[in-house]
Structure formats: structure tokens, C-alpha cells
């Protein structure tokens, strides 16, 4: 199906809008804290996501975050930290960051919308921030509930099975 972009003229009306147009299609629950903001609940395999979406008219940039449902304890931290290392050298877009207030690992990414924003590229975008927690997700679980380090919890969430079962 093809959207319309909200082009350079069009960007008064706020992506925003878009964000829960989005949202509501997909059935997942979106609060306004503003008009500059959306917050989203989205189910996933592993746990269940909050997105969270700022716009910012003057950078005409749509920041989003993808946080997981999961606290690092403390004293885990730093092998939080050198796990979120090895994981943004995957990442062609966006990055892992922690929420140092609470510990709460998440996916970050911020768009330029100079050129407009569309349904379709709004949904990649979305879609993209929660495979990219789906994918890494059982790496955060190993640290904090496998007491593994961040290598390890690396490389036990990137095994490839071979085979069928």
C-alpha cells in the first residue's frame, strides 16, 4: 500500500500523528504525553517493548526509542556497558544504549524527516527497532540471569543452529 509522505510543507502536521495512526493499526496501545510525543506498548517474543517517539521540529528529527522490559542490576553494569559494545558493532542503524536512571537496556535511533516521512518507512522504522530487542534480547538475559560475561552472552545468543530438529 502506498502513503503519501508527509513532505517539507506537511511537516506542521506533525509525524506524531502518524506515529499512533501507526499504532492504533497495529492494535497497540498509545499514550500523548504531548503533542511531541507517543508512547507505545508492543508485544514481542521475548517481553513486551515500550517505544517511545519525540519529535522535534526545529531539528525536523523523529528520535524513537525501543526499551526492554528488563532492569541490569548495578553491579552488572559494566558488563552491561562492553555488552552494548559488542552489539552496536553489529548495527547498521540506530544503537544500544542503558538508561542509566533505571538500568533499562533499549534501542535507540533518531530520523531526519527533511524530505518527509510515509506509513511505509514509519513501519520499517518500527519493525526495526523491535527485531533489532528481539534479536539481542537472550544476550541481556544471559548476563543478568546466566551471570555470564558480555562475551559470553555474545556469543550463547548468536549461535546459529544447524539442522532441523
Known amino acids: 500500500m502506498y502513503s503519501a509522505p508527509l513532505d517539507a510543507a506537511s511537516l506542521d502536521a506533525n509525524p506524531i500523528d502518524l506515529v499512533e495512526t501507526v499504532a492504533l493499526s497495529r492494535d497497540w496501545p498509545v499514550d500523548r504525553p504531548s503533542a511531541q510525543e507517543a508512547a507505545l506498548d508492543v508485544p514481542g517474543h521475548w517481553c513486551e517493548y515500550g517505544l517511545f517517539f519525540a519529535w522535534s521540529q526545529d531539528l525536523e528529527s523523529l528520535h524513537f526509542t525501543c526499551a526492554f522490559d528488563m532492569r541490569i542490576p548495578k553491579d552488572r553494569w559494566p558488563d552491561a556497558y562492553e555488552l552494548l559494545a559488542h552489539l552496536n558493532e553489529r548495527m547498521w542503524l540506530g544503537h544500544f544504549a542503558l538508561w ?52 559470553q552472552a555474545i556469543d550463547a545468543a548468536m549461535l546459529d543452529t544447524v539442522g532441523e530438529a
Open 100 to 151: 542509566h536512571d533505571d538500568g533499562i537496556p533499549m534501542f535507540r535511533h533518531t530520523a531526519m524527516l527533511r524530505h518527509g516521512l510515509n506509513e511505509e518507512t514509519l513501519e520499517e522504522l518500527m519493525d526495526l527497532a523491535v527485531e533489532e530487542c528481539e534479536r539481542f534480547h537472550p544476550a541481556f538475559q544471559f548476563l543478568i540471569d546466566g551471570g555470564m560475561t558480555a562475551r
